[in-house]
């Protein structure tokens, strides 16, 4: 089992800066495919970010302002995201053992609670 809670959501203006954390346990962290969902009210759920190794994987709608990094020693997973638009606003949810990377059809085996992101215009 792994067990994820993310931090660090919160209510911004458009242009403006966020960082969000994951902290991960109950799995070897650097043995996991992490990385981080949305969902907006009325919307899908949709992939945003995901690790593996060295490799970094990001929906093109956020390249160039999201960043996905990860801590070993601290067990989390962050997701720096810069100029944000009212758009990126959604339930942002941690993930872990993404599957289905190259496909349309992303999903995880294990999921955080959520943090919510709102962005106002």
């Known amino acids: 089992q792994v067990q994820l809670v993310e931090s660090g959501g919160g209510l911004v203006q458009a242009g403006d800066s966020l960082r969000l954390s994951c902290a991960a346990s109950?799995?070897?962290?650097?043995?996991?495919?992490m990385g981080w969902f949305r969902q907006a009210p009325g919307k899908e759920r949709e992939f945003v970010a995901a690790?593996?190794?060295?490799?970094?994987y990001y929906e093109d709608s956020v390249k160039g302002r999201f960043t996905i990094s990860g801590d070993n020693a601290k067990n989390t997973v962050y997701l720096q995201m810069n100029n944000l638009k009212p758009d990126d606003t959604a339930l942002y949810y941690c993930?872990?053992?993404?599957?289905?990377?190259?496909?349309?059809?992303?999903?995880?085996?294990?999921w955080g609670p959520g943090t919510q992101v709102t962005v106002s215009a």
């Open positions: 109950g799995r070897t962290f650097s043995s996991a495919v």
């Open positions: 993930a872990a053992d993404i599957y289905g990377l190259a496909t349309k059809q992303k999903g995880a085996n294990y």
């Open positions: 690790m593996r190794w060295a490799f970094t």
